[in-house]
């Protein structure tokens, strides 16, 4: 299975900007897609973003509404790390982020759904606060 271990998380005020990392190890070959989610403290897992791509380079980006224009989603294919730009953040970014790997090769009108995942890391938590 996949290990999954994010980083760079931390308090931040508001208008600033935070890069999360996610080294991914074990069995990376047959990933084709790996995202972002958000869980806010009471509320349930939300989709922030998600990358596709076809062999070692590209690939198509997917953006929940709240972050489009404000976060970016990429990936070091060398490294086998995927990150999370996130710029002009606001309170309500406020929440545990979470690296995730999907199942095969998910469409991109999926991607959106935890159910599409099947490895998961343990979360960093980002604080947007004055």
């Known amino acids: 299975q996949v290990h999954l271990v994010e980083s760079g998380g931390g308090l931040v005020q508001p208008g600033g900007s935070l890069r999360l990392a996610c080294a991914a190890s074990?069995?990376?070959?047959?990933?084709?897609?790996m995202g972002w989610f958000r869980q806010p403290e009471g509320k349930e897992r939300e989709f922030v973003a998600g990358?596709?791509?076809?062999?070692?380079?590209?690939?198509?980006?997917y953006y929940s509404v709240p972050v489009k224009g404000r976060f970016t989603i990429s990936r070091d294919h060398a490294k086998n790390t995927l990150y999370l730009q996130m710029n002009s953040l606001k309170p309500e970014d406020t929440a545990l982020y979470y690296c995730?790997?999907?199942?095969?090769?998910?469409?991109?009108?999926?991607?959106?759904?935890?159910?599409?995942?099947?490895?998961w890391g343990q979360g960093t938590q980002v604080t947007v606060s004055s």
């Open positions: 995730a790997r999907y199942r095969g090769r998910p469409i991109m009108s999926t991607m959106w759904d935890p159910e599409s995942v099947d490895s």
């Open positions: 074990g069995p990376t070959v047959s990933t084709n897609a």
């Open positions: 990358l596709r791509w076809n062999g070692g380079s590209g690939g198509n980006s």
